[in-house]
């Protein structure tokens, strides 16, 4: 599930984030440019007031990756 603050890319994004260490590998695997991932979660952490991709991911597993 969307939002309109928040697209597929970037569910896909931050859902790749708890399996890959690196903005690389997450591109890699999403075929986009390493630097799109790191100015997503740059926007997405700004968006959300999140401090640190820690924060970030515990906002996605609650509202968009682990819902029913």
Known sequence: ????????????IMRLSAS????SRIA???????RK????IKTLRER???QNLSGLM????RHFLFRE
């Open 1 to 12: 599930q969307t939002s309109p603050w928040v697209t597929s890319e970037d569910i896909e």
């Open 20 to 23: 890959y260490s690196s903005p």
């Open 28 to 34: 890699e695997e999403l075929d986009i440019p390493s």
């Open 37 to 40: 991932v790191s100015t997503r």
């Open 48 to 50: 959300f007031h999140s």
């Open 58 to 61: 515990a906002y996605f597993v």
